[in-house]
């Protein structure tokens, strides 16, 4: 939870990692009301760069905060480890786009942590993402899972004949990285989230990304 000594240590583990890896990290914090502690707190969002070819960007996207009620290593030290992992493969792979790696604080408090962070990107930032890749509970379960905005081209298709082992276009060519390498994957339909308050468990799995369960 933010604030705690546990959140201080994630961020300070979070910026070593990818320090070490050679990527410049900054820390976005903010405040807001957190419905556990009743009260406002301080959350930081953890940011790092790997700039493409072109200003084009991709964002990936895991958060590390947790609710007491559910496994953490699941959801979502899964996720941050899918983040750590794929950024420092990528950090000296030359990439048509810009990816930029975010992990979320406050994202279990009604999404104040990514709300923040897509609040705060400029016009032309906003302009620059062409997808985002929301990696949340990697470990548990039997299915993975696939939200987003179906359609030709789409990410979420994408994901989908990955894990079929073929290429969108229909061609046949390996199957996708080992994540993707799972019994089943089931494409789900990205519905936005409203905002309510007490929603964390009507939350959890919404969004653009890979779940599983
Ligand atoms: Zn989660």
């Known amino acids: 939870?933010?604030?705690t000594s546990q959140a201080e240590q994630?961020?300070?583990y979070l910026?070593?990692?990818?320090?070490?890896?050679?990527?410049?990290t900054s820390l976005q914090t903010f405040?807001?009301?957190?419905?556990?502690?009743?009260?406002?707190?301080d959350g930081v969002n953890v940011l790092a760069v790997k700039p493409g070819a072109s200003p084009r960007e991709i964002v990936v996207a895991a958060h590390y905060d947790s609710v007491d009620d559910v496994d953490g290593a699941d959801d979502n030290a899964s996720g941050v480890a899918v983040l750590l992992s794929a950024a420092a493969r990528l950090k000296d792979v030359q990439t048509p786009s810009t990816i930029r790696f975010v992990?979320?604080?406050?994202?279990e408090?009604?999404?104040d942590g990514p709300r923040y962070f897509v609040g705060h990107l400029g016009s032309q930032?906003?302009?620059?993402?062409?997808?985002?890749l929301n990696l949340d509970s990697l470990i548990a379960g039997d299915k993975t899972y696939a939200y987003g905005e179906g359609g030709s081209g789409s990410l979420r298709d994408w994901i989908?004949?990955?894990?079929a082992g073929r290429h969108p276009d229909g061609s046949q060519r390996p199957p996708g990285p080992g994540l993707l390498r799972r019994p089943a994957v089931r494409l789900r339909r990205f519905r936005p989230v409203p905002r309510r308050r007490h929603p964390v468990r009507l939350l959890r799995g919404h969004g653009l990304g890979i779940r599983q369960r």
Not at 15 to 24: E, F, I, N, P, T
């Open 15 to 24: 910026q070593s990692a990818l320090q070490k890896d050679g990527y410049a």
């Open 31 to 41: 405040s807001y009301y957190s419905y556990d502690e009743d009260d406002q707190v």
């Open 10 to 12: 994630a961020i300070q």
């Open 1 to 3: 939870m933010d604030g």
């Open 103 to 107: 992990s979320f604080g406050a994202e």
């Open 109 to 111: 408090n009604d999404l």
């Open 125 to 132: 930032e906003k302009k620059n993402v062409v997808a985002l």
């Open 160 to 163: 989908g004949a990955a894990a």
